[in-house]
């Protein structure tokens, strides 16, 4: 009896022991899938940073903050263009600035379209002080045409200056911004050129998530100011100049006709074709206060953030992949770290990662009228960055200012 009772202890030590053995085969293996994983994770990043590097580094010779020009010029005329479809609650600042405008400035086209708001009626009270302003109505939008690409072609159809200025409602121009675009281009030698604002009146909420959307811009695209190749010219329609026999030339804003971001895609179309185009540091020309709310700007911005209509599903599929790697996921892996057993150097690079992140974030302080703690916290929106571009990219919208598109 004594025998058996030793050899069942034998075999329950033997079973302990094979238990304890099977035990340390799972974490040994779960530790290789951890190492592999992470090898990959770095492997991904250091690549995604020496892509990230690339945009950025030119940004570090961008051309300045282009100043208002106040002198007169009167050698040249600029016709401006704004499209608008229910604006009366912002319009009004705009056109009052541009009344302040001299020579180059010579019209102020304002193309509705079937606004039932009152802006035909703001419109024309400007006209009474100003005669350079005048009020037009486009025809009915046709197949296949976004409506304020459409306002743009018709309001093209009626200049005479030899450049046209596009402008959104939302603008408010300083003091000599007219003569400033003009001299910025003559300088540059730019056909056409776009101009960065500066943003104003922004909540709290916005200032945490705006500027991490503006960043993936950034990562995207590289700095204002900053040499780009065509396929990835960045561009901005709240401001936004070509002379008018260029354009004309190449279509008019046609090559757009159907575009959410018929900025962006119109300056690299003009650029692949030999058209010497630019974008540049406008924050000492004018002021912008795009969305009444942050619901508003992450729905309306989000219809074009993504540059679909000017980039290929490749390129954006390898953007979205930079992003992940390089905006969305490093700061929550840094804070995870001390909870979750991460390698040393792979907290190295994402610290790496996230300095770069706040160079972006201090170069673009200065676009921003009032910054605060909301602004020096967006980098913790960075992965709501992502997801908004990352939506955007997979679901194409089908409605803007109240209007349907297929």
């Not at 492997?43 to 007169?72: D, M």
Request: hydrophobic share 45%; net charge positive; with cysteine.
């Amino acid at each position: 009896m004594v025998r058996t009772l030793a050899e069942a202890v034998d075999r329950g030590d033997d079973l302990i022991r094979g238990s304890v053995g099977v035990d340390e085969l799972k974490r040994a293996r779960r530790k290789e899938t951890l190492n592999s994983v992470v090898a990959v994770i770095l492997l991904l990043q250091g690549a995604a940073t020496l892509v990230l590097l690339r945009r950025l580094l030119p940004g570090l010779r961008r051309r300045a903050a282009i100043k208002p020009h106040h002198t007169p010029i009167t050698d040249t005329t600029v016709s401006v263009i704004i499209p608008t479809r229910n604006e009366a609650h912002r319009l009004e600042p705009c056109l009052v600035a541009l009344s302040r405008q001299g020579p180059p400035l010579t019209e102020i086209i304002v193309v509705d379209s079937e606004s039932t708001d009152g802006t035909p009626d703001l419109v024309r009270r400007a006209n009474a002080r100003d005669p350079r302003v005048r009020l037009e109505h486009d025809p009915p939008l046709p197949e296949g045409w976004v409506g304020k690409v459409w306002a743009l072609q018709h309001g093209l159809a009626g200049a005479r200056g030899e450049w046209v200025l596009g402008l959104d409602a939302d603008t408010e121009p300083n003091d000599g911004l007219v003569g400033g675009v003009v001299m910025a281009a003559r300088q540059g030698t730019y056909d056409l050129v776009s101009f960065a604002p500066q943003f104003a009146g922004q909540s709290a909420a916005e200032r945490l998530l705006q500027p991490a959307i503006l960043a993936s811009l950034v990562y995207r695209t590289g700095a204002p100011g900053a040499a780009v190749a065509s396929d990835r010219m960045l561009a901005n329609g709240q401001c936004f100049l070509v002379r008018r026999a260029v354009l004309v030339a190449h279509g008019g804003y046609a090559p757009a006709r159907d575009s959410f971001a018929d900025d962006v895609r119109l300056a690299r179309h003009f650029a692949k074709r030999g058209v010497r185009c630019g974008f540049l540091d406008g924050r000492l020309l004018f002021r912008v206060r795009s969305y009444r709310s942050v619901g508003e700007m992450w729905r309306e911005w989000g219809r074009s953030v993504d540059l679909a209509d000017a980039t290929s599903p490749t390129t954006q599929g390898l953007d979205l992949a930079l992003l992940l790697l390089t905006q969305a996921i490093p700061l929550p892996l840094l804070l995870a770290s001390p909870l979750v057993p991460v390698p040393l150097w792979l907290v190295a690079v994402n610290l790496l990662i996230v300095a770069f992140r706040l160079g972006v974030l201090l170069s673009i302080a200065p676009s921003y009228e009032v910054r605060g703690v909301p602004f020096y916290l967006s980098v913790l929106a960075d992965p709501l960055a992502f997801i908004r571009v990352a939506l955007s990219t997979f679901r194409r919208p089908y409605a803007w200012r109240g209007r349907k598109y297929g």
